[in-house]
C-alpha cells in the first residue's frame, strides 16, 4: 500500500497516525505541495483531485480524501476499534470529526489561504485572523467537548478516530499561532498523544520529506 | 425523531432525502438561520455549536453535522443501502461525498460569505467569484466521475449517499447562478433525481419554512 503524503499536511498526518495505529505496513511516497507536485501530471494521472492525501491500494485502486481513506481503514482492518460500537456513540464521534474535517481545515488550507492573498488582496494580518476564527469557533466546541474526560484521549481510555483529527488540526494551530490557551484540555490531550509511538512517528517533524527532519 | 432544519440549508437538505429515501417518519422543526434563530440561548441549548442540521433522536440524544447524520441513518436503518457493499467501492463514493461536503459546502456556507464581506471588504462580484471558483474545482472532478454511468444516479441504479450529496450542490450551484453547463451529466442526474418523490419533498421550495412554499 502507498500514502501519498506531505508531512505539513494535516490531512495525511490524520492518515499517517490512523495507519500507525492500525499497524498497517505502508510506503510513504512524498508529494511536495510547495513545488506543486499535486499539481504536475504525474500524480494528476493518480488523483485527478490534485490534492493529498491519497491511498493506493494493492489492486492499483486510489483513494482521495482523508476521511473516506479514514473509514476504509476502519472497515478493512477493524482492529484497534477508532469508531465506537454503538451506533450513537459513533455517530457523536464522526460529529467532534466533521467538525474539523469539514468546518475548520477546509478553510484554512493553502489553497484557500492563497486565494484570499491573491484574490481578495488579504494581508498576512488578515490571512492570521481568518485562520484563527475557523480554528477557535470550533475548539470552543471541542474544548467543551472533551473537558470531561481523562484529558488523555478525547474520548475513552484509548486512542480514536478524534484523536487523529484533533492532533493535527492543533499541530496546525500552534504553527500558525493560534491563541489556544483557552482550550487546556485539548492541549493536555495533544501532549498525551504526541508522545505516544503511533502519533509519534507521524509528526511532521520525523517526515523524511521535512527538509527539517528530526533523527 | 426532530430534524432541525432551514429549507435553504444544503446540509439540511441532504439529511432530508437520506430520511426520505430510507422512509424514516420525522418532525421537521424550521430554524430560520436568516433571523439568526441558531444563535438563540433556546437552540444553542440543545446544539451549542448553532448549526443546522440537527437530529434529535427519541432518547433525547442530539446529532450535528450532516455527514455524522447521514452515517448514522445507514447504520440504524440499513434499508434501503446508500452505500455500496463493497469495501473499496464505499470508500470510493465516500470520497466523492467528502470533495462536496469538505472541498464545496464548507467554503461557501453563509457565515463564511459573510465573512468575506464584512472582514474583508469582498464586493458582491467577488463573492460569486469565490463561489463559483470552489463549486467548479469539485464539479470538474464529478463530471468526470459521473460521465460513464447511466445519468440517472451519480453510481449504479438506485440512489445512494453521492445523490444525496450532490443533488443539494447542484440546487445550491443554480441559485447562486454558477455557469453549470461543463456539467452536463450531473444536470442530467439533478433533472432524474430531483422528480423522484423522496427528492421532491426534500425540495427547499416545498419546506414548509420556506415564504414561497409550493403547494
Not at 72 to 89: I, N, R, S
Not at 129 to 147: G, I, L, N, P, T
Request: charge should be negative; glycine fraction near 4%.
Amino acid at each position: 500500500m502507498k500514502h501519498y503524503s506531505y508531512f505539513r499536511s494535516s490531512a495525511a498526518y490524520r492518515v499517517r497516525i490512523a495507519l500507525n495505529l492500525k499497524g498497517v505496513d505502508y510506503e510513504q511516497v512524498p508529494v511536495n505541495l510547495v513545488t506543486a507536485q499535486q499539481q504536475a501530471q504525474a500524480y494528476l494521472a493518480l488523483n485527478p483531485q490534485g490534492l493529498v492525501p491519497a491511498l493506493e491500494l494493492e489492486d492499483g485502486t486510489i483513494l482521495s480524501q482523508s476521511m473516506a481513506i479514514l473509514e476504509w481503514l476502519e472497515d478493512t482492518y477493524p482492529a484497534p476499534e477508532l469508531y465506537p460500537a454503538d451506533a450513537t456513540k459513533r455517530a457523536l464521534m464522526r460529529s467532534f470529526c466533521s467538525n474539523i474535517a469539514c468546518d475548520v481545515h477546509p478553510l484554512n488550507n493553502l489553497s484557500v489561504l492563497n486565494y484570499l492573498r491573491d484574490e481578495l488582496g488579504a494581508d498576512e494580518r488578515q490571512v492570521a485572523a481568518w485562520y484563527s476564527h475557523w480554528v477557535c469557533r470550533v475548539f470552543d466546541a471541542a474544548e467543551k467537548q472533551v473537558a470531561t474526560g481523562n484529558g488523555k484521549f478525547c474520548f475513552g481510555e484509548a486512542p480514536s478516530m478524534a484523536d487523529c483529527l484533533l492532533i493535527p488540526q492543533m499541530y496546525n494551530a500552534l504553527r500558525f499561532n493560534v491563541a489556544v490557551t483557552p482550550y487546556p484540555t485539548l492541549l493536555t490531550i495533544y501532549a498525551h498523544c504526541t508522545a505516544l509511538p503511533a502519533f509519534a512517528a507521524a509528526d511532521p517533524l520525523r517526515q523524511a520529506d521535512n527538509p527539517d527532519q528530526l533523527s
